[in-house]
Structures are given as C-alpha cells and as structure tokens.
C-alpha cells in the first residue's frame, strides 16, 4: 500500500468523538447546546467524561515526561491500569444506575478502545447500536472499526447508515470516500461495478463532503492526496491513453488548486506548490513546474523539493514528449 493510501486509512481510523450525541439534560438553545443544571443525570453523566478526559490527561503527561527512547516501567505500568480501573469502575457504577443510558456505553466503548481495549470497545459500540439504532455516531465509529479489523462489508453497510442518519456530516462522507477508495475489490463487490465505478463513486463521496465543508483545508488535502493513487484501465489506443492521463493530471492540479486557495498560511502554500510540481512533472510541464520548485524556501521543505529537482532533470532530459 503506497504511503497516501496508508495515510488516508490512518485518517478514517482516527476515530472521532461521537457525534450529534444529545445526552440526557443536555438541550439545544438558540443552535447551541446547553447544559440542564437541574438534572442530576445529566451532571453525573458529564462528571463521568470529565473523569475520562482527566484520566487520559493525566497519563499522557506520565508517558510524555519520560525520557527519550525509555519504556513504559513495570511500576508505571501498574500506576496507569490502576489510574484507568477507576474510571472503569465509575463508568460501570454508573450503568448499574442508568443501563439504558447509550451515550455513556458509546464513551465506556471510546474509553476502552483508548486504553487498547479493542474488543471491549467494540463490544460496548455494537450494544449501544442495538440500543439506540437512530444514532449516526456509533454507525460511524463501528465502520471505521470494520474497516480496519474486517469485515469491511460492514463498513460500507454501517457507514452508510451513518449518511442515512446524518447526510449532512461532511466525515461520513470522507470516511465512506476514503473506504470505497481504499477497498476498491470489496467496493466493486459492494456497489456492483467495476474499479473505474468505483473510483468515480468515491469522487462522488468525496464531493459531498467538500460541499458540507467548503472551507476545510485538511479535507482539501486529503482529497487531493487521493488522485495519487488513481490507476487506469489499459487503452485500446494511445490517443485513449493520453486523454485518460490528460483527464487524471487537470483533477490532480484542480483538487490541489482548491487546497491552495483555502493555505491559511505561506509554509501551507509552499507544500501544496509541491504537488503542482509533482504533477507538471509527471505531465511533461517542465517551465510550470520549474517555477513553483523555485518558490518553495522553506527548510522544511528542502527534503522533498531536492527529490523533485532530481526527478525534474532526470525526466526533463530523458522526455522529449509534448507536453499533456
């Protein structure tokens, strides 16, 4: 798998924090959510996460304070399961009170798989599923699950029910993207198409989520990414060939274009020149490609451009083609 690809499965298994949740005592004002002082659930319930999150806080910075290259000390080791058994402890008290609350079996679920207890997680996501099925946050954490771990019809099946719930989620639709894109046989299999469908259905995924979130430049990127690993069908012909390449290349620079517009920043720029670079070379725009290698100055950058400038003189000399 080529490092975009891995990077894009890195990002749709970076599982987020359950979504369009509305626990007890919390009510929505004016758009925004409040919370109801006067119910003693819905304070144990937020008491509870704030446990969680102090937890996680607190052993991170335990981890983090140790030396460069140092493992994790049987003593420590003891000192972290004893500090995360008690957040267990409460988060198992509390169910015994409320075990119809789904929310907060969706954050033991989150917990667990936090402090690598990955079957536990699960197990508690799937049986907050059975007990809340109108709840697009778990669908989505399940299928970022099964994407990972198999099996991956289920990912495409849970996901789409995520986007049945919740259409207007720009990540669902990035995560349902970034699955068909990844999976390509099993979303052949599942969509009844073959790969040239498949990446025209994960453009169409990618699409919705840059309309749901037109101003999201880490989305732009990671869509922009994805062309990398664009493949085609062998041509009948070379002029077939050539227009299909041609038609790669424009929605390379395109999705990165729309990345540049929305940099916040010059070191963000200097990046994405980068590709346009990667991509006028790999089109035979010698000059174009040229000119954006010679505006990327920052050092952080000198790794990458030094490759680039190799591969712009090793295939500028050897090329003669016109360019696409």
Known sequence: M???LTGALSLLLTLNPPQGLLPAGVEKTNGSLVMSTNDPLAIEFQALLKADDEATDTVDKWIEALPDGAEVSPEL???IDA???????RYEAFLVKYPAHAPAVIAY????????DELGMVTKWEKARLMDPSSPAVWNNL???????GPIEKGFTYMEKAIELNPKEAQYWHS???????????????????EQGVFEKAF????????LRPFDFKLATDVAQTWYGVRTLPAQSTEIARQT????????LKAWTNAFRLASNDLEKEGIRLHFARWQIRSGRWAEARTNLDLVLDPSHAALKSRLDQNWTAKQSTNSSPQL
């Not at 679920?109 to 690598?116: A, H, K, N, P, W």
Request: charged residues 25%.
């Open 204 to 211: 169409q995924f990618y699409d919705r989520a840059l309309a």
């Open 77 to 79: 080791k003891k000192q």
């Open 176 to 194: 349902l993207g970034t699955i068909t894109f990844l999976f390509r046989l099993d979303a052949q299999k599942h969509f009844k198409t073959n």
């Open 109 to 116: 679920g989150s917990f667990l798989g936090d402090i690598g």
């Open 143 to 149: 299928a970022g699950h099964y994407a990972h771990q």
């Open 2 to 4: 080529t490092d975009v």
């Open 83 to 89: 500090h995360q058994d008690k957040v267990i402890r």
């Open 245 to 252: 390449e041609v038609k790669i290349v424009e929605s390379g």
